[in-house]
């Protein structure tokens, strides 16, 4: 079993529709990101947080750190969040520093 | 601001030959950076945390004289792919730590390597 596993792997949805990826992770974790990957393959960094909510533009990222569980919300979705989103979790290596460990993502494409 | 380049975006070298990647942190300052491969269609794969000033810690199965890591200032580390072989051609990523913004990650937009 993955120690960070995101659902669904693909999903598809309509221009509009409101969209909530899911992440569960087994590990004890001081931080979880969500992260956008374009085809081109960049990242973007879209949250970091470790406890309750927040909000940037139209995307909501929420955790629950008793259930170890994290969605991510995109409203009023578009044809331009199609993208790779990834939840990664900040934990303690064996060597003692800081890693992420990243879950395998999920494919949204939103079609217009 | 929290902004990191990596350079090249693409390179295509012949097999046998060494390629240096660049990360840069362009607007703030990162005691550590880390480089990540990707597989296609598969999730990022740490290879090894680069400190500052101090040698970089590899993870398992990631060979350190294959991969060499310096990170000899708080806005730069290179890896170089030494004698790279096909099987070395994949996407690779560099992320810096922001101390400022509560160590939170920032990437690199990735380096496309293609070893014939």
């Known amino acids: 079993k993955n120690e960070v596993e995101q659902s669904p792997q693909n999903l598809t949805a309509q221009e509009g529709e409101f969209i909530t990826i899911n992440c569960s992770y087994s590990v004890g974790i001081s931080a979880l990101h969500w992260l956008q990957q374009h085809p081109g393959g960049g990242i973007v960094s879209l949250f970091m947080?470790?406890?309750g909510k927040k909000k940037h533009g139209r995307l909501i990222a929420t955790i629950n750190i008793q259930e170890k569980h994290s969605s991510l919300h995109i409203t009023a979705s578009h044809p331009r969040d199609s993208a790779v989103y990834i939840c990664a979790v900040r934990g303690i290596s064996n060597f003692g520093n800081e890693k992420l460990t990243f879950g395998t993502g999920t494919r949204l494409t939103i079609i217009p | 601001g929290a902004v990191v380049s990596q350079h090249p975006s693409r390179v295509i070298c012949k097999s046998g030959t060494s390629v240096k990647i660049e990360c840069r942190s362009l607007?703030?300052?990162?005691?550590?950076m880390f480089w990540y491969r990707q597989f296609p269609k598969k999730s990022l794969m740490l290879m090894a945390t680069?400190?500052?000033?101090?040698?970089?810690?590899?993870e398992q199965g990631v060979e350190k004289d294959k991969f060499l890591i310096n990170h000899a200032s708080l806005t730069l580390s290179t890896l170089t792919v030494t004698s790279a072989h096909p099987e070395d051609s994949s996407f690779y990523i560099c992320s810096a730590d922001n101390q400022d913004r509560e160590n939170e990650q920032f990437f690199g937009p990735g380096t496309r390597l293609t070893v014939l």
């Open positions: 947080l470790s406890s």
């Open positions: 680069s400190n500052e000033g101090s040698k970089a810690t590899y």
């Open positions: 607007d703030f300052q990162a005691t550590t």
